[in-house]
């Protein structure tokens, strides 16, 4: 029994041995599996979030061209504002907007008075150079600030245009009401949410 008894100390410790190696592999396979796992998660939560936002080559490519003028006016003549306007007391305001480089595209002219939207004019855009103009008729009890905007048809403003309104003297009934000639004036519908709004385009 003396004899043996260290060569059976000895496979006992190279059993020990050996047991103590497999676990520790199984340990480090677990590991590096649970790493291998979130990395791969980390990855797919990117490409996730690549694929809900869109490219800016996308984003450009939904508007182009530019508004070159916008302005408020008291008129419009020959297809021009007579003037610009910060304030007044009109009763009856346009808005007027030049667009450049903008055909086969729509655009819509949003009314808001102290932050409430009062009316949306839409246009087509036929033309490189087109202008557009939509008019409000203000109540006397609508004074306050007035926004109009040029909304593209994404949903972005590509402009806008404020204006205070106050002494707004109530409008006089017209006697008649006359229509201009089909072949110089080109009436875009409005779609309002209050009192309607006129719409012309060239």
């Known amino acids: 029994m003396k004899l043996y008894s260290p060569t059976v100390a000895r496979f006992a410790a190279i059993a020990l041995l050996c047991t103590s190696g497999a676990a520790w592999s199984a340990d480090q396979a677990n590991?590096?599996?649970?790493?291998?796992?979130?990395?791969?998660?980390?990855?797919?939560q990117t490409q996730d979030q690549a694929a809900d936002s869109p490219s800016t080559g996308e984003q450009a490519a939904t508007i182009k061209g530019t508004v070159a003028r916008a302005t408020f006016s008291s008129a419009?003549?020959?297809?021009?504002?007579?003037?610009?306007?910060?304030?007044?007391?009109?009763?009856?305001?346009?808005?007027?907007?030049?667009?450049?480089?903008?055909?086969?595209?729509?655009?819509?002219?949003?009314?808001?008075?102290?932050?409430?939207?009062?009316a949306e004019v839409p246009f087509e855009i036929?033309?490189?150079?087109?202008?557009?103009?939509?008019?409000?008729?203000?109540?006397?009890?609508?004074?306050?600030?007035?926004?109009?905007?040029v909304i593209g048809s994404d949903g972005s403003e590509l402009a806008a245009n404020t204006i205070t309104l106050d002494n707004i003297q109530p409008e006089q009934a017209p006697a008649a009401d006359t229509a201009a000639p089909a072949d110089t004036i080109d009436a875009a519908p409005?779609?309002?949410?209050?009192?309607?709004?006129?719409?012309?385009?060239?």
Not at 106 to 114: A, G, L, S, Y
Not at 130 to 144: D, L, N, T
């Open 31 to 44: 590991e590096t599996t649970a790493d291998n796992a979130a990395a791969n998660t980390k990855e797919q």
């Open 76 to 118: 419009i003549e020959d297809r021009e504002p007579v003037d610009k306007l910060t304030e007044a007391s009109n009763n009856k305001i346009y808005y007027f907007t030049e667009l450049r480089d903008m055909a086969g595209q729509q655009v819509t002219h949003r009314w808001e008075h102290n932050g409430k939207v009062m």
């Open 126 to 149: 036929r033309g490189d150079r087109w202008r557009v103009y939509s008019s409000k008729r203000i109540q006397p009890e609508w004074k306050g600030e007035w926004k109009a905007s």
């Open 190 to 202: 409005a779609t309002t949410t209050e009192t309607p709004a006129d719409a012309t385009a060239q």
